[in-house]
Nanobody, 127 residues
Framework: QVQLVESGGGLVQAGGSLRLSCAAS????????MGWFRQAPGNEREFVAAISRSGGSTYYTDSVKGRFTISRDYAKNTVYLQVNSLKPEDTAVYYC????????????????????WGQGTQVTVTS
């Protein structure tokens, strides 16, 4: 089992930036593909970004391409989501997730693929 703890959320004006972090503990970090999802009030949880076990493959939902960057640091067992040019519609609770059993260069955009989830970190963007 792996434990995930997110941090880095906050209140920011439109156009601002944040760096979300997700610290993983409990098992070998490289065994897991990682993803970020978000959920706004009244909405379903939606995929944001994913990174493979290798770190060499990434994938983003269209609405964040060019603004968000996912990365991972194996020495720190941490995955990051750099969020730039924030918009009010980016307001949501952001969740980190870990998926086991995927190939070395594979990513997943499907929540059901992920086995472990963090508690979430709130991002609020004001206009």
């Amino acid at each position: 089992q792996v434990q995930l703890v997110e941090s880095g959320g906050g209140l920011v004006q439109a156009g601002g930036s944040l760096r979300l972090s997700c610290a993983a503990s409990g098992r070998t970090f490289s065994n897991y593909a990682m993803g970020w999802f978000r959920q706004a009030p009244g909405n379903e949880r939606e995929f944001v970004a994913a990174i493979s076990r290798s770190g060499g493959s990434t994938y983003y939902t269209d609405s964040v391409k060019g603004r968000f960057t996912i990365s991972r640091d194996y020495a720190k067992n941490t995955v990051y989501l750099q969020v730039n040019s924030l918009k009010p519609e980016d307001t949501a609770v952001y969740y980190c997730a870990a998926a086991q059993g995927l190939g070395w260069i594979s990513v997943s955009t499907t929540a059901a693929t992920y086995d472990y989830w963090g508690q979430g970190t709130q991002v609020t963007v004001t206009s």
